[in-house]
C-alpha cells in the first residue's frame, strides 16, 4: 500500500516531470534530474539509518531474490561458512541460494513449530563469514524485536519491515530490502553495505552481480528503474514529513496492538505466532472452523477488502499493515471480524 499523495504525485510525475516537459518514463538516468533524484533518496536513507561513514547506499535491481544468491556471490568464499538462520520461507530460500556459493551453518531454525516463532538463545561461530536473518518473516508473520547479539558481520532481509522502526542500523554490516512493501513500488531493491566488507572474496563476479561496481558507479552501472526509485524517493520523503521511523513505529504498534487484541478477543479466529515474536506488519491466523474461510474472504471482499487470503505456501489468512496502511483501514476490518464471530461463532 502507498500513500495516497505518492500516487497522486507518481502520477503527476508520469506526465510531466518536475515541469520539465518530459514524463519520468521519459527522462535520461544520466541527466542532472535523475542524478539528483538518486541523491537525494540516498541521503534520506542516510539520514532515517543514521549511518556512519563508510557505508554505500545502492538502488538494484531483481528483487531481494537476488540478493539471496548476490549476498553469497559477493561475501562468501567456497571454503568458508555463513551462520543463517532459518525462521520462514524467504530465510529458507536465502539459505539454499547461498549453498551454491559456500558452507551454510544453520544456526538457528523455527522449522519445527512451523516457523511460528523466533528463536531466542543460538550460537554463531566466531569464524562464520557473516550471520543472515529476515527481520520480518512477511509470509509466517514473526517479526524480530531485537538485534541478534553477534560478533560476526549482520547481514540482514529487511524487504518488509524497513523504514517501519527506528533500529541501530550500524549494527549491520548488509542490509538489503524489496521497495514493493514499505518504500515504493515494485522493481527496485535497496542495498546498503559497509565497503570494508567487499573485496575479500577470490572470485570473478560479474559487474551486474559486484556491489563494488555498482558503487563505483554510483547505482548507474546500466539503466537503473528509473520511475520505481522516484517512486521510492516520494515515499522516503512522505516518511520523512510524516515524522520519520518514530512516526511510523507509533502508528505500526497502534494498529498491530488493535488487530491482535481484536484477534485474541474472539475465540472463532487462532491466531499463528506467539505473541512476543508477533509482527508489526503481517498478522497471520486461521478460522477455527476452516469451512467458513471461504466465506470470511467473501465478506472481506464485499466490503473493499482484499488480499487477505494467507501466502500460498501456508494457506489460512494474513493481514498486512505497512506504513501507509491507514488506522481506520484496520478499524473496518476489526468490526468486520467481530460481527462475522457473532454470526458464526
Ligand atoms: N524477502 C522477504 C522478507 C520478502 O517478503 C520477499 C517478498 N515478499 C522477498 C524476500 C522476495 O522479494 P522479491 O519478490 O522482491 O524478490
Known amino acids: 500500500m502507498l500513500p495516497q499523495e505518492v500516487l497522486t504525485q507518481s502520477a503527476e510525475a508520469i506526465i510531466n516531470f518536475n515541469n520539465v516537459g518530459l514524463s519520468i518514463l521519459e527522462i535520461g538516468h544520466r541527466t542532472s534530474w535523475f542524478v539528483d533524484v538518486i541523491e537525494e533518496a540516498k541521503l534520506l536513507v542516510k539520514e532515517f539509518m543514521q549511518l556512519q561513514d563508510g557505508y554505500e547506499v545502492l538502488f538494484l535491481q531483481g528483487g531481494a531474490t537476488t540478493q539471496f544468491m548476490q549476498v553469497p556471490l559477493n561475501l562468501l568464499g567456497d571454503a568458508e561458512t555463513a551462520a543463517y538462520c532459518d525462521n520462514g520461507i524467504w530465510g529458507s530460500k536465502a539459505i539454499k541460494e547461498a549453498k551454491l556459493y559456500g558452507h551454510v551453518n544453520v544456526v538457528a ?17 566466531t569464524e562464520s563469514k557473516y550471520l543472515h536473518y529476515t527481520t520480518n518473516n512477511t509470509v509466517e508473520g514473526t517479526e524480530w524485536h531485537t538485534i541478534p547479539e553477534t560478533t560476526v558481520p549482520l547481514v540482514a532481509d529487511m524487504s518488509s519491515d524497513i523504514f517501519s522502526r527506528p533500529m541501530d542500523f550500524n549494527r549491520f554490516s548488509l542490509i538489503y530490502a524489496g521497495a514493493q512493501k514499505n518504500m515504493g513500488a ?3 531493491t535497496l542495498v ?16 551486474i552481480l559486484d556491489y563494488q561496481s555498482h558503487i563505483e558507479a554510483n547505482s548507474l552501472l546500466n539503466t537503473p528503474p528509473v520511475f520505481a526509485i522516484y517512486v521510492a524517493l516520494l515515499t522516503l520523503r512522505w516518511i520523512k514529513k510524516e515524522g ?19 484477534l485474541d478477543a474472539l475465540p472463532l479466529f487462532t491466531p499463528l505466532v506467539a505473541k512476543e515474536d508477533r509482527s508489526l506488519m503481517n ?9 467458513l474461510e471461504a466465506a470470511f474472504l467473501e465478506e472481506c471482499k464485499a466490503n ?3 488480499g487477505i487470503k494467507g501466502h500460498r505456501s501456508v494457506g489460512g ?6 506504513n501507509a496502511m491507514p488506522l481506520s483501514s484496520v478499524e473496518a476490518l476489526c468490526s468486520l471480524m467481530e460481527q462475522f464471530a457473532k454470526k458464526h461463532g
Open 109 to 125: 531454525s523455527s522449522k519445527d513449530k512451523n516457523h511460528s516463532y523466533i528463536p531466542k538463545a543460538f550460537t554463531v561461530p
Open 186 to 188: 515494485a522493481g527496485v
Open 192 to 207: 546498503v553495505v559497509k565497503k570494508s566488507l567487499l573485496g575479500t572474496v577470490p572470485r570473478k563476479i560479474s559487474s
Open 244 to 262: 520519520g521511523l518514530v512516526e511510523m513505529e507509533k502508528r505500526a504498534k497502534i494498529r498491530a496492538d488493535l488487530f491482535y487484541n481484536t
Open 283 to 291: 498478522a497471520t491466523f486461521t478460522i477455527k472452523d476452516e469451512t
Open 304 to 306: 473493499g477488502m482484499v
Open 317 to 322: 489468512l494474513r493481514v498486512s499493515m505497512y
